[in-house]
Nanobody
């Protein structure tokens, strides 16, 4: 079972940017849909972006569409989440996960990987 390590979080002011990284100890992520999720204080886990296992198709939640970009590296060992124009409501712990398909992962929240520790993103002035 894949176990991810998320990194790249931090504290930024509104309007700032961060790039999160997601890797599984160098294991290939080829063949997996990969998704980013977040959990804000006193809220449930929310799927925010996924990338397909077989194409460059992507999914974004309405709350991040136009501001966040998901991508994979060419070696297919790391998935990134570029976050721009960050807002206070983006404050959360961010996690990544793998799934069989983008639909199962981001729409049904069915993952095939173990949840990691996540990385904290704090947006405040």
């Amino acid at each position: 079972q894949l176990q991810f390590v998320e990194s790249g979080g931090g504290s930024v002011q509104p309007g700032g940017s961060l790039r999160l990284s997601c890797a599984a100890a160098g294991r290939s992520l080829d063949g997996y849909a990969i998704g980013w999720f977040r959990r804000a204080p006193e809220k449930g886990r929310e799927s925010i972006s996924c990338i397909s296992s077989v194409s460059d198709d992507t999914y974004y939640a309405d709350s991040v569409k136009g501001r966040f970009t998901i991508s994979r590296d060419s070696a297919k060992t790391t998935v990134y989440l570029e976050m721009n124009n960050l807002k206070p409501e983006d404050t959360a712990v961010y996690y990544c996960a793998a799934g069989a398909t983008m639909y199962r992962l981001c729409e049904l929240n069915i993952s095939t990987s173990a949840w990691g520790q996540g990385t904290q993103v704090t947006v405040s002035s």
